[in-house]
């Protein structure tokens, strides 16, 4: 621990979009049920079940529920405590990328918090009908590639090229400005339901192996989608279904609460009538893609944020009208000063799609300040459940970073790992010397893993520790 002036990199800041696919909404006494006690600190149910729920559903791999996973999961959230104390410890709290990153944790959760209340309290509970047919949906997968525009006429434009015989593929070059979806004829690769979009997944649930769609609208701009191929799986068990049957009814929720908020937000740009500053933003973009990194800011110290070249750029224009509105303005540094509530996908995306993302997450927090939204009990608790998992990360990227290796640790390291990382006909013909920058990589990337478990291993088994198993095993 005392290392921590020696650390080498630090935690990439995780700049949230407006996430409103989170976790569903836990009962209200659910904030009140304590499952564990480590000292005077209470971990409530609710906090269990939100950080458990993402657990599940967000990870890139099928998770099963099961005791020993939430087990596992309510040590994580011991540790994460712990760590969250040595971190304020250390002072981390004061780094400027962790208040960076916990202003935009918390504009996250408010703008969800405004749309559970507004939205989610009022959804219709989902039928054992709508339960099986996704399901049903869930065991196709689709292979589908799509060209992108930022509006219609471009699209209808595509759409009219495509009808006269012109290529997908090679139009495809032209939409793209990202090198593998350019490379590859804007291929998607295989996807299943609620992978996508919902009206992107609509269209192409209804289209035929070899068609492409008319221009569809989704929040990414307008697409023309292809289906390539569709692969079935013919064997649906009840066991199965019951199975994953409560993490489809979250999955629905999820999808129906989005749908709903992304009308909401639509309606909300209608009636504010947006208009755009076209040549400036233009400008901007052009500038932008001159920008190493496309303007992404990098940290190479958890302590300190360098200058981002994004933002020096939106310096320079800080007082240049950007868009009105009906009852104000937007200026270059109004939308560089709510840049934190962007997401770095949207960013790389282009600068228009970044104004517009600032401007709606500026008007839903005016909405959410005025319905005090930041003191209700749920949104509070989960403000500081994010503070303290990011207080926890910071510090194990600075304990982490503290680790080094030697060039037999990355050996050892490809020979345990070698036949999962490649298939067997490639290792016949790879030697360690072929991937080590590979395998490096690899290694440092699994290091804070590594440095975790033991920090769990450390910290779990402690006399001030009190579990309700009770709770734990009947959380849902």
């Known amino acids: 621990m005392k290392r921590l002036c020696s650390m080498k990199s630090g935690l990439a800041i995780l700049f949230l979009a407006v996430v409103l696919c989170v976790a569903s909404c836990a009962k209200k006494t659910d904030e009140d049920v304590v499952v564990a006690h480590v000292g005077n600190h209470k971990i409530t149910l609710a906090h269990f079940l939100r950080s458990y729920r993402d657990e599940i ?41 962790f208040k960076k990153a916990m202003q935009a944790e918390s504009t996250a959760v408010i703008i969800h918090g405004l749309f559970e209340e507004e939205i989610a309290n009022k959804l219709e509970e989902i039928s054992e ?94 697409h023309i989608i292809k289906l390539e191929n569709i692969s079935y799986n013919p064997i649906l068990r009840e066991g199965d279904y019951q199975v994953h049957r409560e993490s489809i009814r979250n999955r ?35 500038e932008q893609r001159r920008l190493k990194n496309g303007g992404m800011i990098q940290i190479a110290d958890v302590r300190e944020i ?105 050996r050892d390291y490809f020979e345990r790992n070698k036949k999962k990382l490649y298939p067997a006909a490639r290792l016949a013909t790879l030697s360690f010397e072929d991937v080590k920058d590979e395998i490096a990589k690899q290694v440092q990337r699994a290091r804070k893993t590594e440095a975790f478990r033991k920090m769990k291993q450390k910290y779990v088994n402690r006399p001030e520790i009190k579990i309700n198993e009770e709770v734990l095993l009947n959380a849902f």
């Open 57 to 97: 559903t967000k990870t890139p791999v099928q998770v099963q529920d099961s005791p020993q996973l939430r087990r596992d999961h309510l040590n994580t959230l011991i540790t994460r405590y712990f760590l969250a104390q040595e971190a304020t410890a250390a002072k981390l709290q004061d780094l400027p990328g």
């Open 129 to 222: 009908a709508e339960l099986q047919d996704a399901y049903k949906k869930a065991s196709v997968k689709y292979h589908a590639r799509h060209l992108l525009a930022k509006t219609k006429s471009a699209a209808d434009s595509l759409y009219q090229r495509l009808q006269k015989g012109e290529n997908f593929e090679t139009l495809a070059k032209e939409c793209f400005r990202d090198s593998s979806l350019k490379n590859s004829g804007g291929d998607l690769g295989w996807g299943t339901w609620g992978d996508w979009d919902i009206d992107f997944e609509n269209a192409v649930f209804n289209l035929q192996i070899g068609q492409y769609s008319q221009p569809i609208e989704t929040k990414y701009g307008w």
């Open 306 to 410: 360098p200058d981002s070249p994004l933002e020096n750029l939106l310096d320079r224009y800080q007082n240049e009208i950007i868009l009105s509105y009906d009852g104000g303005k937007w200026t270059v540094g109004n939308f560089r000063a709510y840049l934190y509530t962007v997401s770095p996908d949207a960013i790389g995306h282009g600068i228009y799609r970044s104004v517009a993302m600032s401007l709606r997450n500026y008007f839903l927090l005016q909405e959410a300040e005025d319905k005090r939204i930041d003191k209700v009990k749920e949104v509070k608790n989960e403000i500081d459940e994010k503070r303290e998992h990011l207080l926890s990360a910071t510090f194990m990227a600075t304990y982490a970073d503290t680790c080094t290796f030697s060039d037999a640790d990355y």
């Open 252 to 286: 629905l929720r999820q999808r129906l609460l989005k749908q709903q908020a992304d009308l909401r937000i639509k309606k909300l740009m209608q009636e504010k009538r947006v208009r755009m500053n076209v040549p400036l933003i233009s400008l901007l973009e052009k």
